[in-house]
């Protein structure tokens, strides 16, 4: 069969020759006999690419998803991404190299993060970024776990405005390290810090999303105030497109920012790659998580990159490190540096403008249709908004792929069964999240609203 | 330099070696990339649509260019970076093969690069498909029962695959404290052990370069949760008492957790499951050709023996029966005792799916015919360089070999770090230095199945060049020289840290 081996029978005679071997089956003679594989992999025979290709484009096809309009967010938005961006991020240059460990041949690569870590630090409104995390949900937990070593104290206050999937994957890794995390409950979109028990002790760490998972806007500055209080260290999981329009988490006095850069030129790729972000204050950045891109100059005095405060890391620092990640999402951190270059200043404020008027009309349209109320009390919405159906949302969404759209994400989906402490089981049954983002047009949201209002009548 | 005027589109980053100005120097004000949809949506000012406490006062300063200027910077950028498809890449432990095109076109397809991860199961059972058959062939690969694909790199699987083993000693009843690890590690296991809220407790590498059993049996007792171990390990070796090992460290009720970097050199040979591992990582990144993005992103799926398979995260993409009518075949489920999720969605899905394509392209043969040759190259090159270089443990190695400059350092003055910069020089991408941090001066090559002899010798070539200049006392501390950058100075950077371009103007 054919593949990417280079390698002719007489290359392999002369090189096991070389080795005084007759065999390629000889270079495995350090293999215990009673462990080798008998009979081969329980795997197909290799395919030719044309074969494994249609496979996968039958594969694509069973994904209907992909073919309708796309009102689901969630954490993951139907953004511009234009060719110019998906070209240059497609360089073999960036996509098939290593990590930047020999800085003299991976300037490039370094030079655009530098560029990356500028852009996140001005939208974060912090001075220090790194060079990505997995995603979202791990920025959460590698913020979680800075203000915990920071503050010296392991009891954690969580919104339960922050992402349900992201809340989960905080409380499987603080099992390790032993963190208590306390989920603070939303009412009518709006966390109730008073709420919250303090019977675990006082937390060392606030965490609040702005917007929330529900899209609304609440006030970062009740958070800092209780922090400050408190003595806590505050994580805002931001969205960088709301912060085109709203005060970044710098100016809300927040000491970390996370947050997900899949908005920033990532496709939706069914939810991965994607990209974590995470920017601190200055006070922290000998406890940041993972990589770290620094300028200095060569031996000539230019200009250069390089990968710094590396005591940090895993590599170094062994299990006294401050994270244990090595391989980040550098590709689409050099991606979000391209898609940012590509909107500019000006860009990133329209984006997220046309967001808002576009998730603006539609929640008006929407809350025009009988028995469809908001799920959210007076706060204000960007992106994405809540709402309460007549019916349960996975029919709605059921019906509405039929009509060529996807309506939204249900939130008891989302949700899962860990739940939300302030959505009943009704409530989450009910609700629908929909997502407006700037390539959704006036014609497709008001088909939207008119298939939507059909399927609850039905 | 310290500034250019936006829109001067020149190659001299690389015609000279001077340096590229960062974006925001090549901003101008008033200069647009962007495009967007009409949409006829009603316009609506900011003021109506965001409260003024919440209102930002000035936009985020991001940078004003054309997009001709966009692509003139990234391109020139990009050719300051070495990457594999512009040479050999023989960095140790990191795999750095060829990655086949034919994954990007599927990455490409738009049914799964556009695909919504919140969308039901009924619309995305294509994407389910994928990641339950790219399980399946996980697990036949590794010999394993049962895998979670949402770990979004190889560390992330040894965080995931600790909090398995600690999800099995609690439902045990049992609190145990300690993970051991050879002293060969990676940096990565020992961090992960911290942050899965367990103690290292470390063992020395025997003379042959393989765990020593004696060291282990002396610290094996019911307070070991487990044991990580990479086999071949980081010295290129197979670890060949692996029997032994499981044996010994199962008696005692811990749990064998195998670090599956370097996988490629036994796929199809033997594997992790048939040695007595409980729970296996792979990095797809590695192993299975997915480009490494410049650092990330990679994907490092766990697979478990059937007995820990109940504590896998979830929700997990399973087969369902066939339905009569034609329903779905895949959907979702959530294991009864699940550590919980590990990734905000299902992984990194379309690393995942180049991965199965690559698996799919290799097959049962193809996927041997990697390790074969794989382990061949590898042999050959030390055979080749033991004339001029000191071998770690010069005997049959797998995947890699670990050199050593100990002697050229010792006799000549020249390090590791000297020769890998020299290496440059040459055109050649140097192998992993310093690491292992058990051999001194080490220098690991790592050259991969789809390196020609033509390269490997052309490779040998130039490291039998370097040592030659090494022992004539002709290689200085100043290589590499034909690099956009020579030299950077790593001390300066940490020491007057300017991480932002704000940073370095604030200076």
């Known amino acids: 069969m054919p593949d990417y081996l280079p390698h002719t029978e007489d290359d392999i005679k002369e090189m096991l020759a070389f080795l005084g071997l007759s065999s390629l089956d000889e270079l495995f003679a350090t293999v215990p006999a009673a462990l080798r594989l008998s009979g081969g992999l329980a795997l197909e025979e290799g395919r030719p690419e044309p074969d494994v290709v249609a496979r996968f484009e039958e594969r694509a096809r069973a994904n209907a998803t992909a073919g309708l309009v ?11 991404v234009p060719a110019v961006v998906r070209s240059l991020a497609g360089r073999s240059e960036f996509v098939t190299s290593y990590t930047p460990y020999q800085a003299e041949v991976a300037q490039g690569v370094l030079q655009a993060v530098f560029e990356f870590q500028t852009l996140v630090a001005r939208i974060a409104g912090l001075p220090i970024a790194n060079a990505s995390l997995y995603d979202g949900a791990s920025a959460l937990v590698e913020g979680v776990n800075l203000g915990v070593a920071a503050s010296g104290r392991p009891v954690v206050w969580v919104s339960a405005g922050v992402h349900p999937h992201w809340r989960a994957v905080l409380d499987t890794f603080a099992v390790g390290p032993g963190h208590r995390v306390v989920e603070v409950p939303l009412d009518l979109g709006r966390t109730v ?61 927040a000491d970390v920012m996370v947050g997900e850069g899949q908005a920033l030129g990532v496709p939706l790729a069914f939810g991965g790659p994607y990209l974590g972000l995470f920017a601190c204050s200055q006070e922290h950045v000998r406890r940041l998580p993972g990589r770290l891109v620094g300028e200095t100059v060569d031996r000539d005095g230019r200009r250069a990159y390089v990968t710094t405060l590396r005591a940090r890391e895993q590599d170094i620092r062994r299990e006294r490190a401050t994270s244990n990640v090595c391989t980040n999402e550098t590709l689409l951190a050099v991606t979000a540096a391209i898609q940012l270059g590509w909107l500019g200043t000006s860009g990133l ?10 998730a603006r009309y539609c929640r008006d349209a929407l809350l025009g249709i009988d028995g469809v109320e908001p799920l959210t009390g007076e706060t204000p919405v960007l992106r994405e908004f809540a709402l309460r159906l007549p019916v349960r949302a996975d029919l709605v969404i059921g019906r509405l792929a039929a009509e060529g759209y996807l309506a939204g994400v249900a939130l008891d989906q989302l949700v899962g069964d860990r739940g939300d402490g302030s959505l009943d089981a009704e409530a989450a049954a009910h609700g629908l999240l929909v997502a407006v983002t700037e390539r959704r047009t006036r014609a497709e949201i008001d088909g939207l609203v008119a298939a939507l209002d059909k399927a609850v009548r039905s | ?43 609506r000012t900011v003021d109506e649509l965001v409260p003024a ?34 040479g050999a890449y023989p960095l140790g432990s990191c795999t750095m093969k060829y990655n086949p095109k034919v994954a990007d076109a599927v990455a490409a397809l738009p049914g799964l690069a556009a695909a919504h991860p919140g969308a039901p199961a009924s619309l995305t059972q294509g994407w389910l498909a994928v990641l339950v058959e790219l399980e399946e062939a996980l697990c036949a690969i590794s010999g394993m029962a049962a895998a979670t694909l949402q770990p979004a790199a190889g560390a992330a699987g040894e965080l995931t695959g600790l909090l398995l083993m600690r999800a099995w000693h609690a439902a045990a ?89 370097n996988l490629n050199a036994i796929l199809g040979v033997v594997r992790p499951g048939d040695m007595g591992f409980d729970i296996v990582h792979l990095n797809l990144h590695k192993t299975f050709a997915t480009p490494h993005g410049g650092g990330g992103p990679g994907a490092g799926p766990v697979a478990v023996s059937a007995r820990l398979a109940e504590f896998l995260p979830g929700p997990r993409p399973v087969r369902l029966a066939p339905g009569a009518d034609g329903g779905p075949r895949f959907g979702w489920e959530t294991p009864a005792r699940s550590i919980g999720r590990v990734h905000g969605w299902h992984g990194n899905a379309l690393v995942l799916a180049r991965a199965l394509a690559y698996i799919e392209v290799h097959g049962r043969d193809g996927l041997l015919r990697v390790a074969e040759r794989a382990v061949l190259n590898a042999n050959w090159l030390r055979r080749r360089l033991s004339s001029s270089y000191d071998v770690a443990f010069d005997r049959p190695c797998m995947h890699e070999v670990v050199l050593s400059a100990a002697t050229l350092r010792k006799a000549h003055g020249v390090s590791a770090l000297d020769v890998a910069k020299r290496l440059i020089d040459e055109g050649f991408h140097p192998p992993t230095v310093y690491f292992p941090l058990i051999v001194d001066e080490a220098l690991m090559v790592e050259p991969t199945e789809t390196e020609s002899k033509e390269t490997l010798m052309a490779l040998a070539d130039a490291f039998e060049a370097v040592a030659a ?14 690099t956009p950058v020579r030299r950077v100075d790593e001390a300066r950077a940490a020491r007057r840290l300017v991480a932002t371009y704000d940073a370095r103007r604030e200076e």
């Open chain 1, 70 to 80: 796309c009102f689901a967010g969630a954490g993951a938005y139907d953004h511009e």
């Open chain 1, 193 to 253: 810090w008073e709420g919250a028990a303090e019977a675990g002790g006082a937390p060392g760490v606030l965490v609040l999303g702005y917007p929330n998972y529900l899209g609304c806007l609440e006030d970062p500055a009740e958070a800092r105030a209780l922090a400050d209080r408190l003595g806590a260290v505050l994580v805002m999981a931001a969205d960088p497109v709301a912060v085109g329009l709203v005060k970044s988490p710098g100016e809300w006095g």
């Open chain 1, 349 to 358: 404020a329209e984006v997220a403008l046309r967001c808002a008027r576009g």
């Open chain 2, 1 to 43: 330099m310290t500034s250019a005027p936006g829109g001067r589109a020149r190659s001299i980053p690389l015609l000279g070696h001077d340096t590229e100005p960062t974006l925001f120097e090549l901003s101008a004000p008033g200069r647009q990339s962007w495009q967007l949809r009409t949409t006829g949506v009603p316009d």
């Open chain 2, 53 to 86: 406490a919440h209102r930002r006062r000035e936009l985020v300063p991001i940078a004003e260019v054309s997009e001709r200027d966009l692509v003139g910077h990234f391109t020139r950028l990009s050719h300051r970076q070495f990457s594999i498809d512009l």
């Open chain 2, 173 to 261: 009843g049992e609190d145990r404290r300690r993970v051991i690890i050879p002293d060969s590690a990676h940096g990565t296991n020992p961090a992960s052990v911290t942050l899965g809220g367990y103690q290292v407790t470390t063992v020395p590498s025997d003379a042959r370069g393989c765990v020593d059993m004696a060291a282990l049996r002396a610290v094996l007792d019911a307070d070991v949760a487990g044991i990580m171990l990479t086999n071949p390990n980081t010295l290129g070796l197979f670890e060949e008492d692996i029997a032994e090992i499981a044996g010994a460290v199962h008696e005692v009720g811990g749990l064998l957790y195998y670090d599956g970097a």
């Open chain 2, 469 to 482: 200049e090494a022992v004539a006392g002709l290689l200085d501390h100043e290589s590499p020289r034909h």
